[in-house]
Structure formats: structure tokens, C-alpha cells
């Protein structure tokens, strides 16, 4: 049996993220026969830029994050909020996925937005703004997954969300929606 391959975008850069924690969570939660794999070089790729994103010009970085998107069966973006919306790095990785114009490689591909964050709506806005821009970069939005888990840094002080009860029977149900939404292998 063919495995089904889930890409996650981490939007913290932070090691310790509780948002990066969440993509570990989602990781060890995985069923048997879905891949997880954390994309971990945000951090790298240059602003997008039209000026370099030409043949032979590509960054290394954001060709590798489209071959990453490419090769996968899903996305799953995990965002933080910053400032009350997405965080830069996860905003640039979805502009360098949107390109070509109408064939990038997130083009009507399933893709999911879950989160943490401090405050007491756990990112919600961060998540609707990441929807709305994988949305337009061409992304099969998965409008009603919805994992968004508040008061992170108190939440998630001594207990990893992998050992979280509630959180990891909401991860199953993203599993459950990434998988309807998927392409047959």
C-alpha cells in the first residue's frame, strides 16, 4: 500500500514553537499509512521576488519547498499568530508556491491550516488568513478543518500537545479530512 505523503509548513521559526511542537504532535499521530513530513527550512528562502524566480535563478531553498509541495498528496499549514495574522516566513513559503501563475504547486491541492497561539482564540485569525492566501494561490482549501488551540505558552508549559488528550483526538480529525480530501493512490 502506497503511503499518502502530508507536507507541513511550520509558520514559527522558533525551535521550541508551540506551533512546531503542534507539527510534532501531528507527526507521532499520523495513521500507518500517512507520512508526515515537516518541512524545516522556512527560515531559508529569500522574499519572493519575481526577479529571481526565473529558470536557473531559483533559490535552492524555495525550489526545494516546490518539489516538497509538488510531491505530496496534502498540505497542512501550521500557523502561529503574529500581529494577528500569518507569520511572514508561512506567507513567503505560499507566494513562492504560487507560482507559476495558475500552476504552482499548490494548484488543487487538499490543504489544511491548524494552529496554536497565545491569546484565547488560538490563532483564528492567523488561520483564516492563511486559508485565504493558499486559497487564491490555487489550494483546495479544506474550509472545515479546524484545530486552534488558545493559551499556548501556559497550555503547553510542562505538557507537549502529542500528550494532550483533546489535541490529539482533534488531530485524528484532521486526519480524517486530509484523507477524504485526497487523491486516490
Keep these: 500500500m502506497t ?7 511550520v509558520g514559527s521559526l522558533r525551535a521550541e514553537s508551540t506551533n512546531q511542537k503542534l507539527a510534532e504532535a501531528i507527526q507521532l499521530n499520523a495513521p ?16 519572493y521576488n519575481e526577479d529571481i524566480d526565473v529558470e536557473g535563478k531559483v533559490p535552492a531553498a524555495a525550489a526545494a519547498l516546490r518539489t516538497a509541495a509538488s510531491e505530496a498528496d496534502t ?5 502561529p499568530e503574529h500581529n494577528g495574522t500569518v507569520p511572514a516566513a508561512l506567507k513567503n513559503a505560499i507566494d513562492w508556491l504560487s507560482r507559476p501563475f495558475g500552476a504552482g504547486a499548490l494548484a488543487g491541492k487538499p490543504t489544511a ?8 482564540y488560538g490563532g ?9 492566501a493558499a486559497g487564491i494561490a490555487g489550494a483546495q ?16 508549559a510542562e505538557v507537549h500537545p502529542k500528550d ?19 487523491p486516490a493512490a
Design 164 to 182: 494532550d488528550a483533546e489535541v490529539v483526538e482533534q488531530i485524528k480529525d484532521v486526519f480524517d479530512a486530509l484523507a477524504a480530501a485526497a
Design 75 to 79: 498540505v497542512l499549514l501550521v500557523t
Design 141 to 156: 482549501v479544506l474550509e472545515d478543518v479546524k484545530l486552534a488551540v488558545p493559551g499556548s505558552m501556559v497550555r503547553f
Design 113 to 120: 491550516v491548524v494552529g496554536t497561539a497565545f491569546g484565547q
Design 32 to 47: 500507518e499509512q500517512v507520512d508526515v513530513v515537516i518541512h524545516e527550512s522556512l527560515g531559508n528562502i529569500p522574499f
Design 3 to 9: 503511503k499518502s505523503k502530508v507536507l507541513t509548513l
Design 124 to 132: 483564528v485569525w492567523a488561520q483564516d488568513e492563511a486559508r485565504k
